[in-house]
């Protein structure tokens, strides 16, 4: 089967960075995704690593090993918006036919 | 449209009540998802279609659950005999590429 980990909870201050990591454990894989959530809202998308290194999306960026079945989003400047849950996709299919997420970890930014 | 649209938001239902839950996606997209998310968990991968080909049904939990896609664009997920731990938020997605998904806001089922 396949099962992602990440850690529940992350607290951080205005400004600051902030990493959350994934492990994963999948049959197979061509990629991991990371989806951003704010509550009562809908997942969006934040990005996709199918190759190893590091991915810049201006504030945020993501990073991928392969060989050690791990990722991280890296959230810098960090602003109150930013509160929400974040969730780690593994894509095991190459066609994300079924997106295995993590439980999700909840930011939130203080003042 | 814009986005990807689901009805209703919320929906409240007896236990033994079948439901109907509507999908109209990004138009274009040829893959279209249903997940459900219960409160404060991730997301649990329901069922999948990608054009005309089969759809993956491997996540439906149950054979109270079902879905279709009519004509490549909108999807309705059935529950019927609805139960207690059928509540929670049935999210429906669509994507062109499958790297980068869409989601909707979702429908709200409690059952009560």
């Known amino acids: 089967g396949q099962s992602l980990e990440q850690p529940s909870e992350v607290t951080a201050v205005e400004g600051a960075i902030v990493q959350i990591n994934c492990t994963y454990q999948?049959?197979?894989?061509?990629?991991l995704s990371w989806y951003q959530q704010h509550d009562g809202g809908a997942p969006t998308f934040l990005s996709y690593?199918?190759?190893?290194g590091l991915e810049e999306t201006g504030r945020f960026s993501s990073f991928l090993s392969r060989s050690d079945s791990y990722g991280y989003l890296l959230l810098q400047e960090l602003q109150m918006k930013d509160s929400a849950s974040y969730f780690c996709?593994?894509?095991?299919?190459?066609?994300?036919?079924?997106?295995?997420f993590g439980s999700g970890t909840q930011l939130t930014v203080l003042p | 449209g814009a986005g990807v649209s689901q009805s209703p938001s919320n929906k409240v239902t007896e236990k033994g009540k079948d439901v109907e839950l509507r999908c109209d996606p990004i138009?274009?997209?040829?893959?279209l998802y249903w997940y459900r998310q219960s409160l404060g968990q991730g997301l649990e991968f329901l069922i999948y279609?990608?054009?005309?080909?089969?759809?993956?049904k491997s996540g439906l939990p149950s054979d109270r659950f079902s879905a279709e896609r009519t004509g490549g664009s909108v999807s309705t997920l059935t529950i019927q005999r609805t139960q207690q731990e059928d509540s929670a938020v049935y999210l429906c997605?669509?994507?062109?590429?499958?790297?980068?998904?869409?989601f909707g806001s979702g429908t709200q089922l409690s059952v009560l």
């Open positions: 997605a669509s994507s062109l590429t499958g790297q980068k998904l869409f």
């Open positions: 999948t049959s197979g894989f061509y990629g």
């Open positions: 690593n199918a190759l190893d």
């Open positions: 996709a593994v894509d095991s299919s190459g066609s994300a036919r079924q997106l295995t």
């Open positions: 138009s274009g997209h040829t893959a």
């Open positions: 279609f990608q054009g005309n080909s089969a759809p993956d």
